[in-house]
């Protein structure tokens, strides 16, 4: 069974990795920004669909590891694959072959830069 509040901290543990704000990381895995707040203060626990998104996000997340601690963060092994081709850069995930339309990077001064094909 699922220890949510080990659960919490080990999402606590990935956004402090990569950075992120619960806001950000929810526009990241597509949920809505209150699931994220609401699930971080305990209210609400993960859904399979959420820990599924954090799968596919985050390559370097061991699903092991997030369910059970079982494992390390991150891990070494990359799932995502990225691919070039002759004019253009894309970022094509395994399963469902996406093209990548921006990348926004965020400073910790609060200012961000985005990145957009041309």
């Known amino acids: 069974m699922l220890d949510t509040t080990s659960f919490i901290l080990r999402l606590k543990t990935i956004l402090a990795h ?10 990241l895995i597509d949920v809505q920004r209150s699931s994220i707040s609401h699930l971080l203060n ?6 399979l669909e959420f820990i599924m998104k954090i799968n596919e996000a985050f390559s370097e997340v061991d699903l092991q590891w997030l369910l059970y601690d079982e494992g390390d963060f991150p891990k070494s092994e990359n799932k995502n694959q990225i691919h070039s ?3 253009k850069n894309q970022f094509e995930h395994n ?22 094909e041309k």
């Open 18 to 27: 990569k950075e992120l704000s619960s806001a950000a990381f929810a526009d």
């Open 42 to 47: 305990g209210r609400n626990k993960p859904s």
């Open 95 to 116: 399963s469902n072959h996406k093209t990548l339309e921006r990348i926004v990077m965020f400073y910790t001064d609060g200012t961000f830069k985005t990145y957009t």
């Open 85 to 87: 081709s002759n004019n």
